[in-house]
Structure formats: structure tokens, C-alpha cells
């Protein structure tokens, strides 16, 4: 057992100093020159507004990225950088690989391609030759360029009639004699709706010109030392505005470095903190269960199933808590194995309980919890029916489902709670914040969650009751290594479902290019009318207007074109809960042919008979839930059919069974896309997901996007599982010098670990 380290909360701040008003006769006048201390510096907390240089207005759009005082500008991490250095010749020129040149504009000219679209295409002179820039349908861009100018661009470039030609890539005007001191290095930072790059990076700037203070190193300074981490202000300086490209992998590392290593220390303090674990209840599950529990689905489990409900089964049958991470494929038939641990549980008898009213014994309860309502409500209806009277082989159970979610009335859910309390009901399904917020159980054995990688880090633990601990069961499609699922869930077994229930496909997937849109509903209309149902997929970021929009006014297209012969259903994440619910079950039972929805339909929906998908604008979703939507049309015996439509035409893209693309016009750009093609090329997830780890940007932790918990800026668990291993490593080494993190250069290390981690694991209540 390891000793309980108190955490002391941090201490006060001190109080906030009044930011120095800009204007005539202080810093804005001498724009390097810091204020002194005691002439009112600004400082860290000072509001971006008060910064020379970013202005209200800037100011206020930064806000939409959670942006308000110079702390924040400099916490807001890029995810990117370009080479903006213009030192590549023609000759270094690769394929598909990002290039940054510099030359003289020698011509500009506007046309229309056969295939419709306005066409601006840019001539540079980059003695000994010339390369050509090009866009389309973007004829403002003309006006900003003249002949002569020199210009830098950068982006990827391919052979188009042997030249070098840049689709779109993405330019520096220089100034006659442009001297830039700034970095040909230009940072890239993730953004909000109307927030532009140039914002984000005047902010930063200012931050770090103006702000009076840096913030305080955290790191040991025999750290830093040993792992040779760059301090912090340097740090600061080169992830933003870099100095070289050795300078941002350094940077990079020490602040990968800094949150792995805090979280480590979280997890520890954390460990510490909890009581001696409790026995869980034995579940016991013999043959006659096991026949018994398999009758009630309306298939045979597949050899994988097989194996992993014994190993489940195992586990339960004894009274330390299983702690399990299933890992499946989309499709893989996750659910099935997770409702068979659910009814062995509720299939056994409480020791001593008294009976229920009408004199039957009481069984445990178990509880299921999913990422959002539309599938919380989906399990409930699939349990429903596997404890429904199975013709002539089994008697409806009297096992009582309840749900608990969002929509639900106040009083409704009052009621459900005490049923839950009262061990009247004895499966719960629910959305995670409803089933942990405020649920008590009687005697309940197990907690399955659904899609764990949407909730991210360290979610376990949460449904507790008095005298017992239940088991624990996760469920994943997205695959992580086993030394990173240990460093993050602590001590873990791992399932894997491999292979795929009988009969399944993989689905046929097609890049399609916007010149090729006609063909493909063309087809997809063919396949609508053989009566299958389909689903439109719209990129929108849902929480902004015009994500609303633009699922709108694509359902308004569709219905008033391409799809107009059918009937259309429109789901989306902000309609009221119960109006997305009625909508699904319209699409579900067939009364609507083509479910037009954003990503809320990403996730564990499962509709046998719709095959079709048309994901819009895939370059706007990332692999993992490209590969998470496919999944939703690889469920029945059809061959599922996917058309990721992307921006840009599409290299030689097969034709659809039939669907005979309209031949690209010659000169049209066609773009590769790794994302894309990565997606088109297989359907198997477990490649994906390796692929994905070496296309993805930074800071993009495995679910702690949707989770509560507080995001990663730049480490990701996967792609930085070295760094993981080590950072465990020096923790433990840190802890067995100084358990309670006492010593006085550790202050600031505490407060930041307890600022990061404190409440989401529950660190605050200590010392
Ligand atoms: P996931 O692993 O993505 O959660 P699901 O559990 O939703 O996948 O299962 C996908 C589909 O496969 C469902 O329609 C389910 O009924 C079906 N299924 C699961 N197991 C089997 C099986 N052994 N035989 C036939 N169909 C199955
Ligand atoms: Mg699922």
C-alpha cells in the first residue's frame, strides 16, 4: 500500500496588479521594451485587450478559443508549423511533400476548367525554372498579387504537365527588402469559427513581448538538467515563434515532457489517496447461466465472443473487482459481450437479501453507461428486447431496464432514482453525468461503459456505494497499446475481440471529388431504390451557427435535389433530445430512407438495414471517426457502401460499381490527402488507428476532447508513449525521494498538478 500524499491546495494568489493602460508614453511607444517592476507591469493575468497590438476586437474573437489573459495566449499551443523559409530549390521539389519556395510573379491569369470552375493560376519565376500556384473558385485571390512581386509559398506540390504546380498553397508577400525577424517558421495554431491565424498569433506575440513575467519553471532542476529539457521561458519563446526547426521538436519535448510527468504524479497522488480497495461481489457463472444468457440473443456469439465472455466471466466469479478494457473493432460486437456480463450479473442472487414483495429473491444490479442519449436509448431498446419472451423458448424476464438520461422530467427521474435506490430496478442505462450524478445503488456489481475513448483519462471509480466495489468493464474501438492503457488507467486486463460476426463485408469505400458528385448520387439514388436505407454525413462543428447551417441547408439541397424522390430525416446535436429520438426510430423502422445528420450519428448507432453513406466534406473529420462512421453501414449482410466526398477531385478514384466519374479535366489539381486516402485504403481499424498515430497533429489525446477532464496540450498518450514510459519512470523515482512532494522547489509543481488534475481526480479534498 502506498503512503496517502496529501495535497495542500494552492496557496492564495496574490492579488491581481491593475494592467498599465496602453496609450501614448508607456511600452506602446517602445515596443520591446518591458514596463518595470512597480511601474505597473502587466502581467500573466493581464486581459489580451490591455496587450499592445491585439485590440477589443481581436480580443473579443479570441475569447471563442477560451483566450483571455496573456497566460492563456501563451498556454494556446500550435499544433503545427510551416516552412515559410522559401530555401527550397525547384530541384528538392518531392511529390506530396510540403516545399517552400520563393520567386518573382511573372504571370496571373483567370480561366474556367471544363469542368465549371473559375481557375486562378499564378506563374513564379524560381530561377533556374518556374512553378505555378493555383486556385479555384477563388477569384479574390487575383487582386492580391502583381507581377513582379516576390512572394514565398508553401504547401505541397505536384507534377501537373511537367512543372511544379502548388494547389492552393499558402503565401508570404515580402516587403522590397523584407528583413523578417521573425522565424521562417510560422507557428499554426488550432482555431475557433472566425478566429483567424493572424489573431492567435498578434496575441501570443504580445504575450510575450509585454507580459512582465514568464511563467515560473515547474520542473526539478536536476530535471531539466538530466533529461536535458529546455527551461521554461525558452521553451515559451520557441514553441511560438521558433527559432529553428531543431528548436521545435526541443520545445515540443520539454512540454510533452512537463504534462506526462504531471500526470503521472496526479495518478500516483491519486492512488495513494484511494482507501484500501473493497471486495466486489462474486459472480459465479456456470454452464446453465451460460446457456441460458446466450438463448436470449437472436444470434450465435462468434468464437470471439466466446472467448472473451469467459475470460469476463472469469473475472467476475471472484471477489477482487475486475477491472477490464475490452477492445473491438467497430462492429465487432461489443455490445453483445457486454450485455452477457450485465445478465450474469443480474442473474445472481444476492447472499442474505430478503426477498421482494412477491417473495422472489433479489438479484445484483448493473449499470451501463454511453457517451451520449441517441445510443444510451439504443442499449435500453436492444435490452428490451433480449429480455422479451423468445418465441416458444423463454419467458419474458422480470428483470426491470431503467434509463436515465437528459430529456427525462425532473419528477421521472426522482422516480427512477429510488428504484434504482430500492434495488427494484436492476439494469441502468444512461448517459455518464446522469448515471454518476447522484445514483445510489443497492447492490450493484457491475459498471460497463460504452465507448470509453470518448471519456477519457481515469473515469474509473466513480460508482461506488457503501459496502462493495462493482466490476468494471470498458469498452473501446479504439485500440490502445497495453503499456499506455496501464499508465493511464492504472492496473488493467485486456480483452480483444477480434474478428467479426459471420457474413460481414468490408465496406466498399470511394474518395469521391466534387467534379464527381452527380455520378455518385447517380448511384446512390440506384442503390436507395433496390430498398436500402442510407445516411448523409455532414462535417459541422455543432456548437457554432454555422455548423447549423450548413447540416440545414444540406438537407435543404438534398430534399429539393439529388435526393428529392426520397424520404429525408434530419438529425443534428442541438434538436431537443426527444425530437432526435423521434427521428431515429422513423429511420429505424424504415418510414424515412436517408438520415441526413452531423456526427451525433458517430457513434454505436445500429441500423442493420442501412447501407449507404455519403460523408460531406470528409477532409473535416479525422480517421478515428471516419472509420467510427463507416461502422455504421457495416452491420447487416449487404455490403456496406461509403463515398467520402472531399473538395477536390479525386486521383483516378475507381468508379463506383458503375459510377463512371466524369474525368477529371487535366489541369485540375488533384490533391492527395493522407487522411483520406489512408481511409479509403483499408477498413481494418487496428491500421487505422497506427496509421492515424502517424498522420495525426499534436495535443490530441485519445477522448479527452469529449470528456471532463482537462485536455492534453501537446502530449498525446499513443505517439508519445516513450516519453510516457519515461515520465512513469521518473515519477515513481521522484515519489520514493520526497512522497508528499515537500521540498521547495516543488511549490509550483503542486499547484500546477493540483490546478490540472485536482478536481477531476478528486485531489482537492486532501491535506
Ligand atoms: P460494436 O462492437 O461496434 O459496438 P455492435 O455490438 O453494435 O458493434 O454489433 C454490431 C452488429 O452486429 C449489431 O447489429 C449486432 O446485433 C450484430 N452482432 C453482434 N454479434 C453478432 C453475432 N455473433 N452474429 C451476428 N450478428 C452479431
Ligand atoms: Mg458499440
Not at 474478428?499 to 460481414?504: E, I, L
Amino acid at each position: 500500500m502506498e503512503p496517502p500524499v496529501p495535497l495542500s491546495p494552492p496557496p492564495p494568489q496574490p492579488p491581481r496588479q491593475e494592467p498599465a493602460e496602453s496609450g501614448p508614453g508607456n511600452s506602446a511607444l517602445l515596443p520591446t521594451e518591458k514596463p518595470r517592476a512597480g511601474g505597473r507591469p502587466r502581467s500573466l493575468a493581464t486581459p489580451l485587450e490591455r496587450l499592445p497590438g491585439v485590440g477589443t476586437a481581436r480580443a473579443d474573437r479570441l475569447k471563442r478559443l477560451g483566450l483571455v489573459t496573456a497566460a492563456d495566449a501563451l498556454m494556446h499551443f500550435p499544433r503545427d508549423y510551416r516552412d515559410f523559409s522559401g530555401a527550397h530549390q525547384i530541384a528538392d521539389i518531392v511529390a506530396g511533400e510540403h516545399a517552400s519556395i520563393a520567386g518573382d510573379v511573372v504571370d496571373v491569369t483567370s480561366r474556367i476548367t471544363g469542368g465549371g470552375r473559375q481557375m486562378l493560376v499564378v506563374r513564379l519565376a524560381c530561377a533556374p525554372g518556374s512553378v505555378r500556384a493555383v486556385w479555384f473558385n477563388m477569384p479574390f485571390m487575383a487582386k492580391r498579387f502583381a507581377v513582379g512581386q516576390r512572394v514565398v509559398i508553401a504547401g505541397q506540390a505536384k507534377l501537373a504537365v511537367g512543372k511544379w504546380e502548388f494547389a492552393h498553397p499558402e503565401v508570404r508577400w515580402l516587403q522590397a527588402g523584407e528583413r523578417s525577424d521573425a522565424s521562417d517558421w510560422l507557428a499554426v495554431y488550432p482555431l475557433a469559427e472566425g478566429v483567424l491565424q493572424s489573431h492567435v498569433r498578434a496575441a501570443v506575440q504580445a504575450a510575450l513581448d509585454h507580459a512582465a513575467d514568464l511563467p515560473p519553471e515547474a520542473l526539478p532542476e536536476d530535471l531539466l538538467r538530466s533529461k536535458e529539457l529546455l527551461p521554461i521561458d525558452v521553451a515559451l519563446r520557441e514553441i511560438h515563434i521558433p527559432s529553428s526547426y531543431g528548436m521545435i521538436a526541443a520545445a515540443r519535448r520539454r512540454f510533452v515532457y512537463e504534462e506526462l510527468f504531471m500526470l503521472q504524479l496526479a495518478l500516483r497522488m491519486h492512488r495513494g489517496q484511494q482507501q484500501v480497495r473493497r471486495a466486489a461481489p462474486a459472480i459465479p457463472v456456470d454452464g446453465r447461466i451460460d446457456g441460458r444468457i446466450r438463448a436470449r440473443f437472436p444470434f450465435e456469439f462468434t468464437a470471439a465472443q466466446v472467448r472473451v465472455c469467459a475470460e469476463i466471466a472469469a473475472d467476475m466469479a471472484r471477489s477482487e473487482p475486475m477491472n477490464r478494457l475490452l477492445q473491438g473493432d467497430v462492429g465487432s460486437g461489443k455490445t453483445a459481450v457486454a450485455l452477457y456480463a450485465i445478465l450474469a450479473a443480474v442473474a445472481t442472487r444476492v447472499p442474505g437479501a430478503p426477498a421482494d414483495p412477491r417473495g422472489r429473491s433479489v438479484g445484483y444490479q448493473a449499470a451501463l453507461m454511453a457517451p451520449t442519449e441517441l445510443l444510451a436509448r439504443q442499449h435500453a431498446a436492444t435490452l428490451e428486447r433480449v429480455l422479451a419472451e423468445q418465441e416458444g423458448r423463454l419467458r419474458k424476464s422480470d428483470v426491470r431496464v431503467e434509463l436515465l438520461v437528459g430529456s427525462q422530467s425532473a419528477s421521472r427521474r426522482s422516480q427512477a432514482l429510488e428504484r434504482i435506490a430500492s434495488g427494484a430496478s436492476r439494469i441502468v442505462v444512461g448517459t455518464q453525468a446522469l448515471v454518476c450524478g447522484g445514483a445510489v445503488f443497492r447492490n450493484l456489481a457491475l459498471v460497463v461503459i460504452d465507448e470509453q475513448h470518448r471519456f477519457g483519462v481515469v473515469q474509473r471509480g466513480i460508482l461506488q456505494q457503501d459496502h462493495t466495489d462493482p466490476h468494471t468493464l470498458l469498452l473501446t474501438a479504439t485500440p490502445i497499446p497495453r503499456t499506455i492503457a496501464h499508465a493511464i488507467y492504472g492496473e488493467l486486463d485486456v480483452s480483444i475481440l477480434d474478428g467479426v460476426p459471420p457474413g460481414r463485408q468490408p465496406v466498399a469505400t470511394y474518395r469521391v471529388g466534387h467534379d464527381q458528385l452527380d455520378a455518385w448520387w447517380d448511384f446512390f439514388r440506384r442503390k436507395l431504390k433496390e430498398g436500402r436505407q442510407g445516411y448523409v454525413v455532414v462535417a459541422a462543428v455543432e456548437e457554432s451557427k454555422r455548423g447549423l447551417e450548413s447540416v440545414s441547408s444540406a438537407y435543404e439541397h438534398l430534399a429539393n435535389g439529388p435526393l428529392e424522390a426520397f424520404r429525408l430525416g434530419l438529425v443534428h446535436g442541438r434538436m431537443p433530445a426527444k425530437k432526435k429520438q423521434a427521428v431515429m426510430e422513423e429511420f429505424r423502422s424504415g418510414r424515412i430512407d436517408v438520415l441526413v445528420a452531423t456526427s451525433v450519428i458517430e457513434v454505436g448507432i445500429d441500423v442493420p438495414n442501412a447501407t449507404l453513406m455519403t460523408i460531406l466534406d470528409a477532409e473535416g473529420f479525422g480517421l478515428a471517426q471516419l472509420h467510427q462512421l463507416r461502422g455504421r453501414v457495416a452491420r447487416g449482410a449487404a455490403r456496406g457502401i461509403c463515398g467520402a466526398v472531399t473538395a477536390s477531385p479525386a486521383p483516378d478514384s475507381p468508379a463506383p460499381d458503375g459510377a463512371a466519374p466524369d474525368g477529371a479535366a487535366a489541369e485540375d489539381a488533384v490533391e492527395p490527402h493522407p487522411r483520406i486516402d489512408a481511409f479509403v485504403g483499408t477498413t481494418d481499424g487496428f491500421k487505422l488507428a497506427e496509421q492515424d498515430l502517424l498522420l495525426r497533429g499534436p495535443g490530441d489525446l485519445v477522448g479527452t476532447r469529449q470528456s471532463g477532464a482537462p485536455p492534453m496540450y501537446l502530449a498525446d498518450l499513443l505517439r508519445d508513449a516513450k516519453v510516457v514510459a519515461e515520465a512513469r519512470q521518473d515519477a515513481m523515482e521522484l515519489f520514493q525521494r520526497d512522497p508528499r512532494l515537500e521540498g521547495a522547489e516543488l511549490t509550483r509543481l503542486r499547484q500546477l498538478i493540483h490546478k490540472r488534475w485536482g478536481e477531476t481526480l478528486g485531489l482537492g479534498g486532501v491535506g
